[in-house]
Nanobody, 126 residues
Framework: VQLQAFGGGLVQAGGSLRLSCAAC????????VGWFRQAPGKEREFVLH????????NYANSVKGRFTVSRDNAKNTVFLQMNSLEPDDTAVYYC????????????????????WGQGTLVTVSS
């Protein structure tokens, strides 16, 4: 499956953005999806995960209550709604997908995801 992440941009602190992860070549409903981010000079970090069925989600503590993930299988897309953005959220955001069997109990582990999009930059100004 090929993934394309888009929707990034410049936003003021406290604002909102919605990122999209569009799949091509395979139904996104057949894979679990995760979002990761990498800030300048820092390592890539887990943001959140949504299971293949959509029935299970897992969020990093840093984004709980502010970020929400959802699926629209008809559009073959997963969305990341980001509210109450903070300057520390500034990063390149990547969506990734993988087989559910590889991600059970390891949804936060980047190496378990087989497919990656190209990333979209989110910049939050103070």
């Amino acid at each position: 499956v090929q993934l394309q992440a888009f929707g990034g941009g410049l936003v003021q602190a406290g604002g909102s953005l919605r990122l999209s992860c569009a799949a091509c070549g395979r139904a996104i409903s057949s894979v679990a999806v995760g979002w990761f981010r990498q800030a300048p000079g820092k390592e890539r970090e887990f943001v959140l995960h949504i299971s293949r069925s959509g029935g299970y989600t897992n969020y990093a503590n840093s984004v709980k209550g502010r970020f929400t993930v959802s699926r629209d299988n008809a559009k073959n897309t997963v969305f990341l709604q980001m509210n109450s953005l903070e300057p520390d959220d500034t990063a390149v955001y990547y969506c990734a997908a993988g087989e559910q069997s590889q991600l059970n109990y390891a949804s936060h582990v980047a190496d378990r995801y087989a497919y990656w999009g190209q990333g979209t930059l989110v910049t939050v100004s103070s």
